[in-house]
Nanobody
């Protein structure tokens, strides 16, 4: 089970650190991703931490501003969000998928089996 937290109401240019805790298990051997869904829009990919390579990948809209990382205890995944903009306003979800052979990067929601409940981020102008 994944539990996301850390959202809130902030102003343009502010930062937030979102957390995703895996209760009852670690995030070892899982690819961990963040998605977001704004009102009236589809859920979109934000960033992913790949277990096997240790690499991270980001949507162009957040590249250079957001960072996905894992804690040393291997139970929590973070999304550091900096230089927030009003268009970043959305409910943010963490997702996990057990490591497996892939032909393409897991950038779509359908690739993930486990989801957190979401944490809301609102950025005022």
């Amino acid at each position: 089970q994944l539990q996301a937290s850390g959202g809130g109401l902030v102003q343009t240019g502010d930062s937030l650190r979102l957390s995703c805790v895996a209760s009852g298990r670690t995030v070892l051997h899982y690819d961990m991703a963040w998605f977001r869904q704004a009102p009236g829009k589809e859920r979109e990919f934000v960033g992913v931490s790949m277990w096997t390579s240790g690499r991270t990948y980001y949507a162009n809209s957040v590249k250079g501003r957001f960072t996905v990382s894992r804690d040393s205890a291997k139970t929590t995944v973070f999304l550091e969000t900096n230089s927030l903009k009003p268009e970043d306003t959305a409910v943010y979800y963490c997702a996990a998928d057990r490591v497996r052979s892939r032909l393409v990067l897991p950038l779509t929601a359908g690739e993930y089996d486990y989801w957190g409940q979401g944490t809301e981020v609102t950025v005022s102008s």
